[in-house]
């Protein structure tokens, strides 16, 4: 059974910074682009950062390209996506995803998962 669990979300003041962690189980995810995503009160759910698992590649949506970093570790199956100077627009429920193959859906907007996590709050305070 694929689980992906997210952690690290929590309160902090606008500027500060948050790591959040996926662990992921139940498969090897070689070939599989993970990503972040997240969704705010009241809006829809937006792309935030994606990487391939197997050869690093890594690609961030503007809001945050300069601000949040998306790495993983292969020996921990962990996905993390460290966040620096928080804004309170970047308030959400943020999810982590795996999806086999490309993340091109992603970037155009079609947030096509083979397996989703269950998400953590992220709450930047002004």
């Known amino acids: 059974q694929v689980q992906l669990v997210e952690s690290g979300g929590g309160l902090v003041q606008a500027g500060g910074s948050l790591r959040l962690s996926c662990a992921a189980s139940?498969?090897?995810?070689?070939?599989?682009?993970m990503g972040w995503f997240r969704q705010a009160p009241g809006k829809e759910r937006e792309f935030v950062a994606a990487?391939?698992?197997?050869?690093?590649?890594?690609y961030y949506a503007d809001s945050v390209k300069g601000r949040f970093t998306i790495s993983r570790d292969i020996a921990l199956n962990t996905v993390y996506l460290r966040m620096n100077s928080l804004e309170p627009e970047d308030t959400a429920v943020y999810y982590c995803?795996?999806?086999?193959?490309?993340?091109?859906?992603?970037?155009?907007?079609?947030?096509?998962?083979?397996?989703w996590g269950q998400g953590t709050q992220v709450t930047v305070s002004s």
């Open positions: 990487i391939r698992w197997t050869t690093e590649l890594t």
């Open positions: 995803a795996a999806r086999l193959g490309s993340w091109s859906a992603w970037v155009v907007g079609r947030y096509e998962a083979d397996f």
């Open positions: 139940g498969r090897t995810f070689s070939g599989y682009a």
